[in-house]
Every structure is written in structure tokens, then in C-alpha cells.
């Protein structure tokens, strides 16, 4: 049981000490301790990458937080590559001052020097280096994740991807090696070679990682940025082994160039291509492959430059001939590797989709046909119809064009329900060439109609040249009414005027049964009708049908046929629970039809707070799937013009709008000093808000309690649109990370958050933020905000009264609250904000000012009862009603 830092201090003082023994052996050159010590030295070096790697992670795990750690992980990356290349262009003068032999004291005395720094960081930031003691504990086995089917195969294509990367790399050093000592005179001259060389490398390095490794990631993309390096190994592999300027320039240049790309571009992309893994097994997976493979991969390589190289020489192989025979299998191995990584691709979009990652298949670029034939694929490896069922929705959602061409062939062996979504998905996109299944599928006689009244809609909108005449069998005689339904709707689409008023009187007809499933059908053949004509006498007395069902069809049908005297219709449609779903649906078909009616509801002052913003969030919908721009510009206008609940609303609505077209246009109409004045209004709604709290003073009632809880809301709810607005500025996927972490509350969450927030935005008023997402009271929160909104200390009734006059910036909850605490306290608030807020759209902010006024002004409520009784919320009309039959009771003359 040993403390950390004298772990960590061990570990680095062990790992210099065998350079010693190295340095003892070099004396005797030509003999077996000579032979060895080179040998131990090259294993040596091998392990103490990793072992520096491990102690240097736990050192600045130790010193520097999370927000530290990355701040500073590109200068210590840099830093190793110009410790490099420094080392690399020092070694010629060191080894002509210091001979061969003592350069490797240099390394020791270099070694020891780390060892005591780190031994002065440990004292001198002693309280990053708790005494805790460290115990071994015995590592478990390690053990295979549980995977199977596409994962399984895909972890073995890891393992093939890292092991033919590693084999290659043991085989391309080992020739350089030997073309180094063939080629150069002694041990010094190679070293001096091996120094200026590594110098060169280190640079070259450096300026890639610093200047080009993200820029080819961003332009070529994830794999073929990683097909790079197996490219060039093999373009030099060959060059090499036909060696037209030589071998020994053929294998310098061929480890030249692995060596760069290997730990600039493929250690920078590989850890991506676990991202398909699912999630929970993703660190364990990559755990395992990176363990297991590099060392198997290790060993086989030695154990093949072995064979390789004793079987050539029994058989008395020519040197330069063995260094072909090496080149090729390089460019043999260079080609594997560019199998694997092909194959990678392939099984790496196909987990996506099984993971149903949408947002990362999107990012990965691949083109439809690839999704098609990765979906399809997926849905013949499926075992259940939930499964198939699944993937039929992750096709109709990825690529609806290639629906029809994916699930056609497969829809007759599909089970009824599997047919009826398949059959819906393909409606969307019909086409010709996948007809001859559907035809197929509409002959069986086993069929359930409404199978059978999709395979009609299908064949009819495919077919180019439609025979209408053949639906009249299904229009007069005996038939499902789910067939009649689509065989009207077909007729009205397509027909003639002589056809078409035949399919409206039977139209009629259905819009009349008392059968309520015929009335239901006959709504939904009425949305394929070009206009109501003759059929809108129906529609008031259908909206007010019995059947919800009958109401909500009727709703998609005045959308379908653009009826402008029934929009209000729409709009009611909102107000009720059983309609909401549908008119919210109609809404958005109508698209920029639906605009104005949709901003006159929103902006309607006497409409209820949710009513209102819904009305935000479906013009937010219109704007995700209309062509043009006008939803977003109309949002994008009022964004400035509202607060609170409003702005939240409309910002939500731009950024979730596809393409950052919701951003483009709002920058656009607002530009960077819009958005920077809505940050600082919000933060001066924040400061008022932490002053109420803190003016208010502590919660000695219950309503004091509810007005600091809703005072919390309040600020919780500013620092939400705080993070909506920035995302009009920042990568929207950072800020998101920030919010979670912040508004999670934890100390570790908050750290998290402040540290992605202060590496995200450059905001004039970026350390206000950082500084009230970091404090934790109100009073420090409010000391941040000081310098923004001076804060000056207030009794609590004129801090009331400020909320109440300012309360278009506060939620209905906040301000309700405040007129409870007013009531409780005898406070007098002014008239003017007493009577507005009596006329307030929602309910309990009006029953809270009536409680208030029963105790403040009742000469003033009793005359006000009258209209009070007729108030449409059946609290605030109860109340009145107690409160009149209370004065009546009491003889009171006020």
C-alpha cells in the first residue's frame, strides 16, 4: 500500500534506471552483453511510452481539472513532437562530443531530471497529491462484451483493421533498420542518421497535427482520410521493391511517410470508428480490440519477419532480393489494410442504422443508394415484425424516395400489419417501376382490405395512364367501405366531371350513414376532393359530430382543400384535447396558408399562454417543412418582440428548424448585435429576478415560500433561453453539452458546463455568464450581475411592486405568486398593473388578483363581482360567486 505521487515517483525513477545497465553492456562490444543490451534497450523503449503516457495522464489528472486539462492537451501534444524533433537534430552533436556509449548517460541524466521535477510538482501542489494509499488490486479477467450478429462482425473487422496496421508497421521498421545498418558505416553514423531523420519526422509532424490533419478529415471525410496512409504505404511498398532510386531511399521514404500519417491522421480518426458501437459497450469494446490486437498483432509480425527472413537465408537468398520480397509483402499488407478499411465502411453505416444514429449517419456522408441497401439488408437479418417494422420507419424517415424501391419486392412476404406500413411508407413516393408486386399482391383474395385499399391507392397514383373507369365496381356495388373510400378518392383526384359526380354523390352518401366508420372514411376521401364544391353544406354539422374521430378527418380535409372560411375551424380545433393532435396536423399541411392565422393567435393577448404557444411551435413545424422561408422570417421578426415563455418558444422553434436556416435568417434580420442585446436583456431579467429573491427575504409564510421557488424558476428559466439564444452564435451541439451539465445542478456537472461554455462563445458578457453558472447562492449570482444592473438594496413591498409593474418579462406563476404575497402582506401595489392583470388571459393570476383585492380593496372587488361571475375560467367564477353571496351575507355597503 503505497501513496500516489510515491507511485507515480517510483514508476518514473524504475524506468531510468535500467540505462544503466544499458550503458555497462555497450562497453563490450561483439560479445553476448553487447548483443543483449541493444536488444533489452529497443524493449525498453517500447514499454516506456506507455508507462510515461499512463504517469503523465495521472499527473495532470491529479493537477489540472477537466476545463485545465483540455485547455492545455494541445500544448503538451505539440510539445512532444518538438521534444522530437529537438532531440532528433541534437543527436549528431552529441554523439561527435559525447561518443555513442555516453549518450545514453545523456538519456539517464534527462530521465532523472523528469523524475525530480515531477518530485518538486508533487510538493509544491502537494494538495493535488492526497496521502491516500493505492492498493493492487488483481485485475478481473477480461472478457468478451456480449455481441452478436453485425456487431460481432464488425468487432472482428477492428481487430483486422489494427492488426494489419501493426504487422506493417513491425515489417517496414524492421527493413529500415536492416537497410540502415546495410547501407551506413558504423554505429555513430547511424545514429546521426536516426537523430537528423527523427528531426525531420518530428516537424513534419508538428506542422501536419497543427495545420492539416483537421482540414483532410473535413474535406476527404472520416474513411477516406483513413485510407491515406495504407494509399501511400503501398504506392512506396512498390516503388520500394522495384527500387528505381534504391532500396535503402525506398524503405526511408516508405517509414517516412507510415510514420507521419500513422500518429497524426489514423491516431487522430481511429477512436471514431467506435462510434458505431452502441454506446454501452462502446468503451469496453475499444478496451478490448486496442488490448488484444496490437500485442497479437506484435507477436505475429515477429513471429513472420522471423520465418520470413531464416527461411530466405537457408536458402541462400540474395540480401537485396530479401528486401523485395519484404517490399512486396508491404504492398500486399498496404492492400489488406485498404480491404479492411472498405469492409469497415460498410459494417460502420450498418450499425448506424441499426442504431438507428440518424443524426451521425447524416454526418458520415454516405448516399442514399448505400442507406437503401443498409437498411434493406438489416430488415432481411431482422427476426421479428417489431424489428422489420422499425426499419420500414427508419427508411421512410432517411430516404422516402427509396422506399418503394427497397420494400417492394419484399411486400408480398411481409405479414398483413408489416404490409400496411410498408404500403404506407411507399405511398408517399409511388413508382411505376415497382408496380408488378403491388399487382401481384392486389390479386390474392386472402387480402384484408385495408391492404387491398392501399394497393389500390398505389397502382393508381404509379400507373402513368390510370383506368378510373375500372373503380365503379368498387364505387356501386357491395364493398369494405375502406375500399369504396379509396376508390372515391381516386375518382375525385383523378377522374372526369361525369366521373367525379358520380364519386361525390356516393360521397354524399358515406358523409351522411349513420354508420360513424362511413363517416369517418368519407372525411378522409373528402381531403382528395379538389374543392368541397356542393359538399361544404355537410361541413358544419360534421364539426360538430359526436365521433371525435369524424372531427378530427374532417380538420385534415379542410386543410387538404384549402377552405379559407373554415381556418377558425382549425384554430378552435387547438383549444380542445380530443382535436388538438389533428388541427396541430392541419396546421402544418397548410403551410404558409396558415401563417397569418397562426401570428394572430400567437400575438392575441386575451388567448391563454398555451394556446399561444403552440401556436409558436407548429409555425416552427411549417417553417421545418415548407419550401420557403416565410415561417422562419415571421418568427425570426418576433423573436425581439416577446419575453419569457414567448422567446423561449420562438428561439426553440428557429433552431430546430433543419439546415441552421432558423439561425441563417435570424442572423440575418438581427445580426450579431440583435442576439447580443437579447443576452443582455435576459441577463438583466436574471438580475432583477435575484434581486426580488434577495429582497424579498427569507420564506418566513407560505406564500414568501412560493414566490422564492417560483423566483428560482424564473432564473432557471432565463439561463435556458440564455443557452437558446447562443445557439444563434455558437455550434448549437456545444452548447447543448454546456446547458446540460450547468443546469444538472452537481459540482462536477457545473465544472463540466462552465469549462465546454468557456471554450464555446466569445460573448462581451462571457465572464458575467461564466461567473453566474459557477456561483451557487443568489447573493453571489447577484454581486456578478452588479455590473451590468447595478443592484441597490429595496424594502420588500417597493421590490414587489417593481416585479408586478415589470411582469411581461415573468412567467403567470411568478406573477400570481407575487400578488399572493402582496394579499397576505397588506402591500399596495399600483391600480393600473391591478386592473390589467384582472383582464389577464390565464385563470389563477386572475383569481390571485380577486384574493387580492377581497383583502386590500373590497369596496373595489364588490363592484367588480358582476362582471367577475361571467369570467370564462369556472375558478375565478367560483370565487366570485362565494365572494357575492360573503357580501351579501355581511350587510357590506362598500
Given at each position: 500500500?503505497?501513496?500516489?505521487?510515491?507511485?507515480?515517483?517510483?514508476?518514473?525513477?524504475?524506468?531510468?534506471?535500467?540505462?544503466?545497465?544499458?550503458?555497462?553492456?555497450?562497453?563490450?562490444?561483439?560479445?553476448?552483453?553487447?548483443?543483449?543490451?541493444?536488444?533489452?534497450?529497443?524493449?525498453?523503449?517500447?514499454?516506456?511510452?506507455?508507462?510515461?503516457?499512463?504517469?503523465?495522464?495521472?499527473?495532470?489528472?491529479?493537477?489540472?481539472?477537466?476545463?485545465?486539462?483540455?485547455?492545455?492537451?494541445?500544448?503538451?501534444?505539440?510539445?512532444?513532437?518538438?521534444?522530437?524533433?529537438?532531440?532528433?537534430?541534437?543527436?549528431?552533436?552529441?554523439?561527435?562530443?559525447?561518443?555513442?556509449?555516453?549518450?545514453?548517460?545523456?538519456?539517464?541524466?534527462?530521465?532523472?531530471?523528469?523524475?525530480?521535477?515531477?518530485?518538486?510538482?508533487?510538493?509544491?501542489?502537494?494538495?493535488?497529491?492526497?496521502?491516500?494509499?493505492?492498493?493492487?488490486?488483481?485485475?478481473?479477467?477480461?472478457?468478451?462484451?456480449?455481441?452478436?450478429?453485425?456487431?460481432?462482425?464488425?468487432?472482428?473487422?477492428?481487430?483486422?483493421?489494427?492488426?494489419?496496421?501493426?504487422?506493417?508497421?513491425?515489417?517496414?521498421?524492421?527493413?529500415?533498420?536492416?537497410?540502415?545498418?546495410?547501407?551506413?558505416?558504423?554505429?555513430?553514423?547511424?545514429?546521426?542518421?536516426?537523430?537528423?531523420?527523427?528531426?525531420?519526422?518530428?516537424?513534419?509532424?508538428?506542422?501536419?497535427?497543427?495545420?492539416?490533419?483537421?482540414?483532410?478529415?473535413?474535406?476527404?471525410?472520416?474513411?477516406?482520410?483513413?485510407?491515406?496512409?495504407?494509399?501511400?504505404?503501398?504506392?512506396?511498398?512498390?516503388?520500394?521493391?522495384?527500387?528505381?532510386?534504391?532500396?535503402?531511399?525506398?524503405?526511408?521514404?516508405?517509414?517516412?511517410?507510415?510514420?507521419?500519417?500513422?500518429?497524426?491522421?489514423?491516431?487522430?480518426?481511429?477512436?471514431?470508428?467506435?462510434?458505431?458501437?452502441?454506446?454501452?459497450?462502446?468503451?469496453?469494446?475499444?478496451?478490448?480490440?486496442?488490448?488484444?490486437?496490437?500485442?497479437?498483432?506484435?507477436?505475429?509480425?515477429?513471429?513472420?519477419?522471423?520465418?520470413?527472413?531464416?527461411?530466405?537465408?537457408?536458402?541462400?537468398?540474395?540480401?537485396?532480393?530479401?528486401?523485395?520480397?519484404?517490399?512486396?509483402?508491404?504492398?500486399?499488407?498496404?492492400?489488406?489494410?485498404?480491404?479492411?478499411?472498405?469492409?469497415?465502411?460498410?459494417?460502420?453505416?450498418?450499425?448506424?442504422?441499426?442504431?438507428?444514429?440518424?443524426?451521425?449517419?447524416?454526418?458520415?456522408?454516405?448516399?442514399?443508394?448505400?442507406?437503401?441497401?443498409?437498411?434493406?439488408?438489416?430488415f432481411l437479418r431482422a427476426e421479428t415484425d417489431a424489428d422489420r417494422r422499425v426499419f420500414v420507419e427508419l427508411l421512410a424517415q432517411l430516404e422516402p424516395r427509396g422506399a418503394s424501391?427497397?420494400?417492394?419486392?419484399?411486400?408480398?412476404?411481409?405479414?398483413?400489419?408489416?404490409?400496411?406500413?410498408?404500403?404506407?411508407?411507399?405511398?408517399?413516393?409511388?413508382?411505376?417501376?415497382?408496380?408488378?408486386?403491388?399487382?401481384?399482391?392486389?390479386?390474392?383474395?386472402?387480402?384484408?382490405?385495408?391492404?387491398?385499399?392501399?394497393?389500390?391507392?398505389?397502382?393508381?397514383?404509379?400507373?402513368?395512364?390510370?383506368?378510373?373507369?375500372?373503380?365503379?365496381?368498387?364505387?356501386?356495388?357491395?364493398?369494405?367501405?375502406?375500399?369504396?373510400?379509396?376508390?372515391?378518392?381516386?375518382?375525385?383526384?383523378?377522374?372526369?366531371?361525369?366521373?367525379?359526380?358520380?364519386?361525390?354523390?356516393?360521397?354524399?352518401?358515406?358523409?351522411?350513414?349513420?354508420?360513424?366508420?362511413?363517416?369517418?372514411?368519407?372525411?378522409?376521401?373528402?381531403?382528395?376532393?379538389?374543392?368541397?364544391?356542393?359538399?361544404?353544406?355537410?361541413?358544419?354539422?360534421?364539426?360538430?359530430?359526436?365521433?371525435?374521430?369524424?372531427?378530427?378527418?374532417?380538420?385534415?380535409?379542410?386543410?387538404?382543400?384549402?377552405?379559407?372560411?373554415?381556418?377558425?375551424?382549425?384554430?378552435?380545433?387547438?383549444?380542445?384535447?380530443?382535436?388538438?393532435?389533428?388541427?396541430?396536423?392541419?396546421?402544418?399541411?397548410?403551410?404558409?396558408?396558415?401563417?397569418?392565422?397562426?401570428?394572430?393567435?400567437?400575438?392575441?393577448?386575451?388567448?391563454?399562454?398555451?394556446?399561444?404557444?403552440?401556436?409558436?411551435?407548429?409555425?416552427?413545424?411549417?417553417?421545418?417543412?415548407?419550401?420557403?422561408?416565410?415561417?422562419?422570417?415571421?418568427?425570426?421578426?418576433?423573436?425581439?418582440?416577446?419575453?419569457?415563455?414567448?422567446?423561449?418558444?420562438?428561439?426553440?422553434?428557429?433552431v430546430r428548424i433543419p439546415g441552421d436556416v432558423g439561425i441563417e435568417i435570424t442572423l440575418e434580420r438581427m445580426g450579431r448585435a440583435g442576439i447580443e442585446m437579447l443576452v443582455r436583456?435576459?441577463?438583466?431579467?436574471?438580475?432583477?429576478?435575484?434581486?426580488?429573491?434577495?429582497?424579498?427575504?427569507?420564506?418566513?409564510?407560505?406564500?414568501?415560500?412560493?414566490?422564492?421557488?417560483?423566483?428560482?424558476?424564473?432564473?432557471?428559466?432565463?439561463?435556458?433561453?440564455?443557452?437558446?439564444?447562443?445557439?444563434?452564435?455558437?455550434?448549437?451541439?456545444a452548447i447543448q453539452a454546456a446547458a446540460f451539465h450547468i443546469l444538472a445542478g452537481t459540482g462536477n456537472a457545473v465544472a463540466r458546463g462552465v469549462e465546454i461554455l468557456d471554450n464555446?462563445?466569445?460573448?462581451?458578457?462571457?465572464?458575467?455568464?461564466?461567473?453566474?453558472?459557477?456561483?451557487?447562492?443568489?447573493?453571489?449570482?447577484?454581486?456578478?450581475?452588479?455590473?451590468?444592473?447595478?443592484?441597490?438594496?429595496?424594502?420588500?413591498?417597493?421590490?414587489?411592486?417593481?416585479?408586478?409593474?415589470?411582469?411581461?418579462?415573468?412567467?403567470?406563476?411568478?406573477?400570481?405568486?407575487?400578488?399572493?404575497?402582496?394579499?397576505?402582506?397588506?402591500?399596495?401595489?399600483?391600480?393600473?398593473?391591478?386592473?390589467?392583470?384582472?383582464?389577464?388571459?390565464?385563470?389563477?393570476?386572475?383569481?390571485?388578483?380577486?384574493?387580492?383585492?377581497?383583502?386590500?380593496?373590497?369596496?373595489?372587488?364588490?363592484?367588480?363581482?358582476?362582471?367577475?361571475?361571467?369570467?370564462?375560467?369556472?375558478?375565478?367564477?367560483?370565487?366570485?360567486?362565494?365572494?357575492?353571496?360573503?357580501?351579501?351575507?355581511?350587510?357590506?355597503?362598500?
Open positions: 500500500m503505497v501513496p500516489l505521487r510515491w507511485v507515480m515517483l517510483l514508476v518514473s525513477l524504475g524506468i531510468s534506471l535500467p540505462l544503466l545497465l544499458f550503458w555497462w553492456g555497450l562497453e563490450f562490444r561483439g560479445t553476448f552483453w553487447f548483443r543483449a543490451s541493444v536488444f533489452a534497450a529497443k524493449l525498453w523503449t517500447e514499454a516506456i511510452y506507455t508507462i510515461s503516457y499512463v504517469n503523465g495522464d495521472v499527473a495532470a489528472n491529479q493537477l489540472f481539472n477537466i476545463r485545465e486539462i483540455k485547455r492545455t492537451f494541445p500544448i503538451v501534444s505539440s510539445g512532444v513532437m518538438v521534444a522530437e524533433a529537438l532531440s532528433g537534430f541534437s543527436t549528431p552533436l552529441m554523439l561527435r562530443s559525447l561518443g555513442l556509449r555516453n549518450v545514453v548517460l545523456a538519456a539517464l541524466l534527462a530521465l532523472l531530471l523528469a523524475t525530480a521535477l515531477l518530485f518538486y510538482i508533487s510538493l509544491r501542489y502537494r494538495q493535488a497529491f492526497p496521502h491516500t494509499t493505492y492498493s493492487y488490486a488483481e485485475d478481473g479477467e477480461l472478457a468478451l462484451p456480449k455481441i452478436q450478429g453485425n456487431l460481432k462482425k464488425y468487432v472482428g473487422l477492428l481487430f483486422g483493421f489494427f492488426m494489419v496496421a501493426q504487422v506493417l508497421l513491425w515489417i517496414v521498421e524492421t527493413q529500415y533498420y536492416t537497410q540502415l545498418e546495410i547501407n551506413l558505416p558504423s554505429e555513430e553514423a547511424i545514429a546521426s542518421f536516426q537523430g537528423l531523420y527523427r528531426g525531420v519526422l518530428g516537424s513534419s509532424r508538428l506542422i501536419l497535427q497543427l495545420f492539416g490533419s483537421s482540414r483532410i478529415v473535413e474535406r476527404l471525410g472520416i474513411f477516406v482520410t483513413v485510407m491515406v496512409p495504407p494509399t501511400f504505404s503501398l504506392v512506396f511498398g512498390v516503388l520500394a521493391g522495384l527500387a528505381p532510386f534504391g532500396l535503402f531511399a525506398g524503405f526511408v521514404l516508405l517509414r517516412g511517410f507510415d510514420d507521419l500519417f500513422r500518429y497524426t491522421i489514423v491516431a487522430n480518426t481511429s477512436p471514431i470508428l467506435f462510434q458505431a458501437v452502441p454506446e454501452q459497450l462502446r468503451s469496453r469494446v475499444q478496451s478490448f480490440v486496442r488490448g488484444i490486437a496490437d500485442p497479437t498483432a506484435t507477436g505475429l509480425a515477429g513471429v513472420l519477419i522471423l520465418f520470413l527472413a531464416e527461411g530466405m537465408r537457408s536458402q541462400g537468398v540474395p540480401l537485396p532480393v530479401a528486401a523485395r520480397v519484404f517490399a512486396g509483402l508491404c504492398a500486399v499488407l498496404a492492400a489488406a489494410w485498404l480491404g479492411a478499411i472498405w469492409l469497415l465502411r460498410k459494417g460502420y453505416i450498418e450499425l448506424l442504422v441499426q442504431g438507428m444514429e440518424r443524426r451521425q449517419l447524416g454526418q458520415a456522408g454516405f448516399g442514399s443508394r448505400e442507406v437503401c441497401q443498409a437498411v434493406s439488408d438489416a424501391e427497397v420494400l417492394a419486392p419484399m411486400v408480398e412476404r411481409m405479414s398483413p400489419e408489416l404490409q400496411e406500413r410498408a404500403l404506407t411508407s411507399m405511398l408517399a413516393y409511388p413508382d411505376v417501376r415497382h408496380l408488378e408486386p403491388i399487382r401481384r399482391l392486389l390479386q390474392r383474395g386472402d387480402l384484408p382490405p385495408s391492404v387491398r385499399a392501399l394497393c389500390l391507392r398505389y397502382v393508381f397514383l404509379a400507373e402513368p395512364y390510370p383506368d378510373v373507369n375500372s373503380l365503379r365496381q368498387y364505387i356501386q356495388g357491395p364493398c369494405d367501405p375502406r375500399i369504396r373510400s379509396t376508390a372515391v378518392a381516386m375518382v375525385l383526384r383523378l377522374g372526369n366531371p361525369l366521373q367525379v359526380a358520380e364519386a361525390t354523390n356516393t360521397l354524399r352518401q358515406m358523409l351522411t350513414s349513420p354508420d360513424e366508420m362511413a363517416r369517418i372514411l368519407g372525411c378522409r376521401a373528402l381531403a382528395e376532393a379538389a374543392y368541397m364544391q356542393s359538399l361544404r353544406f355537410y361541413v358544419p354539422k360534421l364539426l360538430q359530430d359526436p365521433s371525435v374521430q369524424v372531427r378530427q378527418e374532417l380538420l385534415k380535409a379542410i386543410a387538404a382543400t384549402r377552405e379559407e372560411e373554415y381556418f377558425p375551424s382549425l384554430l378552435r380545433g387547438l383549444r380542445y384535447r380530443s382535436t388538438r393532435v389533428a388541427a396541430t396536423q392541419a396546421l402544418i399541411a397548410l403551410g404558409d396558408d396558415a401563417i397569418e392565422s397562426l401570428v394572430g393567435l400567437a400575438e392575441d393577448p386575451h388567448e391563454m399562454d398555451t394556446h399561444r404557444l403552440r401556436a409558436w411551435q407548429i409555425l416552427g413545424a411549417i417553417a421545418d417543412t415548407s419550401p420557403t422561408y416565410n415561417a422562419a422570417t415571421a418568427l425570426a421578426t418576433r423573436l425581439p418582440q416577446h419575453w419569457n415563455r414567448h422567446r423561449r418558444a420562438i428561439a426553440k422553434a428557429l436583456q435576459e441577463l438583466c431579467v436574471m438580475a432583477m429576478v435575484l434581486a426580488a429573491h434577495e429582497d424579498c427575504g427569507p420564506a418566513v409564510s407560505t406564500e414568501a415560500a412560493l414566490l422564492q421557488r417560483a423566483l428560482d424558476m424564473e432564473y432557471s428559466d432565463g439561463f435556458d433561453r440564455l443557452f437558446l439564444l447562443m445557439k444563434f452564435l455558437y455550434e448549437p451541439l464555446a462563445i466569445d460573448l462581451p458578457t462571457k465572464h458575467l455568464i461564466l461567473g453566474i453558472a459557477d456561483k451557487r447562492q443568489p447573493g453571489d449570482r447577484l454581486a456578478i450581475l452588479d455590473e451590468l444592473a447595478p443592484y441597490t438594496p429595496q424594502p420588500p413591498s417597493t421590490r414587489l411592486q417593481d416585479l408586478v409593474e415589470s411582469r411581461h418579462c415573468l412567467t403567470d406563476w411568478t406573477l400570481a405568486c407575487s400578488f399572493h404575497l402582496a394579499r397576505q402582506q397588506r402591500w399596495g401595489l399600483p391600480a393600473a398593473a391591478i386592473l390589467q392583470c384582472l383582464d389577464h388571459p390565464t385563470g389563477f393570476v386572475r383569481e390571485a388578483v380577486v384574493a387580492y383585492l377581497r383583502v386590500v380593496s373590497p369596496r373595489v372587488l364588490q363592484r367588480l363581482l358582476p362582471r367577475l361571475q361571467q369570467d370564462r375560467d369556472p375558478l375565478v367564477r367560483r370565487q366570485a360567486g362565494v365572494l357575492a353571496a360573503y357580501f351579501m351575507a355581511n350587510n357590506h355597503a362598500h
